[in-house]
C-alpha cells in the first residue's frame, strides 16, 4: 500500500511539474517589432523544444502582434492575462512596461529589452526582485558602432540624421550617440517617432534637413516599420545603418547590434527555470553575448558605395 501511494505521489508530479509530457503550459508573448514570421520566434521555440516543450503536447503559445502600435499592447497583455497564461514573454521595452503594469504576479521574460533598470522594470541585473527579469541589450553600444560605420563607409560625411522612438531610458542611447558624433567630427540632428503615424512628417523633416547619412536608435516601433524607413533612404539615397538586420532584409545598407535570435533562445532557459519553480526576481538579467554585421552590396551599389575592405571583413554576413 505505501509503495502504491508513493508511485502514485511521484506519477502526481510528473504531471504538475512543466516541461513534462503529461503537463500543459501557456505561455503569452507580446511583441512590438517582430512580426509573425520572424526567424526570432522559431528561435524561441527551438529553445523550448530543446527543454522539453512542445507546440501541441504540452505547450500552448499564444502569440500577440502590436505591429509597430504601442497603444495597442494594454488592450494584449490584458487579453493574455484572461487568457490564464502561466508567463508571458515580451520583445521590446514599452511591451515590458505594459506587461508589468497589468501585472505584478504573472512571471515576465524580456527576450529583448533595452535596460531594465532604467526603465523601472527590475531593482538591478543581478537581483531584478519583482517579476520581470531576461535579456537585455545593454552594453551593446550599437549607437556609437553605427556611427563609426558610416565614419568608415563615407568618409566624407558631414551630417548624420538620428532617427529614435520615445522610451522611458532613451536619454543613455541619444547621450552616446552625440558624444560619439562629436569624437568623430559629425554633426546630429535627432527626429523622435512616437506613433507610426508620425513617420511621414518626420520623413519631410528628415529629407528638409538634408543629412549625408542616418542611423536609427534601437526600438520596437521602429523594427515594426524597417521596410518603411529602409525606402525612405532608398528614396533619399541616404547611407544607413540600423541596429537589427530586419532593416537590412528590407534593403538597408547595414545593421549592427546583437544577435536577437541569441536572446529569443535563451530566453527558453528563463521560461524553463520559472515553469520549475525559480523566481524571476531571483534570475539576473543577461546582457547579449554575441553582435553582428550585415551589409547589403546590392543597396551598396544602388547608393554608388564602395564598401571598405576592412568593413566586408568583418561583417558577420554579406548579401550579395
Known amino acids: 500500500m505505501k509503495r502504491r501511494t508513493l508511485l502514485a505521489g511521484l506519477a502526481a508530479a510528473l504531471v504538475a511539474r512543466p516541461g513534462r509530457a503529461q503537463a500543459s503550459v501557456k505561455i503569452g508573448v507580446v511583441t512590438i ?78 527576450a529583448v529589452v533595452s535596460d531594465p533598470v532604467s526603465a523601472g522594470l527590475a531593482a538591478s541585473f543581478a537581483r531584478p526582485g519583482g517579476n520581470v527579469t531576461g535579456l537585455t541589450l545593454t552594453g551593446a553600444e550599437r549607437a556609437a558602432k553605427q556611427l563609426q560605420l558610416l565614419r568608415e563607409t563615407v568618409p566624407n560625411v558631414g551630417t548624420v540624421a538620428v532617427i529614435y522612438g520615445a522610451r522611458a531610458n532613451i536619454e543613455q542611447d541619444l547621450k552616446e550617440a552625440r558624444d560619439t558624433a562629436r569624437a568623430l567630427g559629425l554633426a546630429v540632428k535627432f527626429f523622435e517617432v512616437r506613433t507610426p503615424q508620425d513617420f511621414e512628417a518626420t520623413f519631410d523633416a528628415v529629407a528638409a534637413a538634408r543629412p549625408g547619412a542616418m542611423i536609427t536608435i534601437g526600438h520596437g516601433m521602429l523594427l515594426g516599420n524597417s521596410k518603411r524607413i529602409a525606402e525612405f533612404a532608398s528614396k533619399y539615397k541616404l547611407p544607413a545603418v540600423y541596429p537589427d538586420r530586419e532593416f537590412v532584409d528590407a534593403g538597408g545598407l547595414m545593421a549592427y547590434g546583437p544577435d536577437l535570435g541569441a536572446n529569443f533562445r535563451r530566453a527558453a532557459g528563463y521560461i524553463d527555470r520559472i515553469l520549475r519553480g525559480a523566481k524571476p526576481g531571483d534570475l539576473p538579467i543577461e546582457q547579449p553575448t554575441k553582435w553582428g554585421l550585415v551589409v547589403n552590396l546590392r543597396t551598396a551599389n544602388a547608393l554608388g558605395l564602395r564598401i571598405p575592405g576592412g568593413v566586408l571583413v568583418r561583417a558577420d554576413e554579406v548579401i550579395q
Not at 530543446?50 to 504540452?58: A, L, P, S, T, V
Not at 502600435?69 to 514599452?94: F, H, Q, W, Y
Open 33 to 110: 517589432g517582430v512580426g509573425p514570421s520572424s526567424p526570432y520566434l522559431e528561435e524561441l521555440r527551438q529553445g523550448l523544444r530543446e527543454h522539453g516543450y512542445f507546440e501541441g503536447k504540452n505547450l500552448v503559445i499564444e502569440y500577440r502582434f502590436a505591429e509597430g502600435r504601442l497603444d495597442k499592447l494594454p488592450a494584449m497583455v490584458a487579453e493574455l492575462l484572461r487568457l490564464k497564461v502561466n508567463l508571458i514573454v515580451t520583445e521590446g521595452t514599452p511591451t515590458a512596461v505594459a506587461a508589468q503594469q497589468a501585472t505584478r504576479t504573472i512571471p515576465i521574460v524580456t
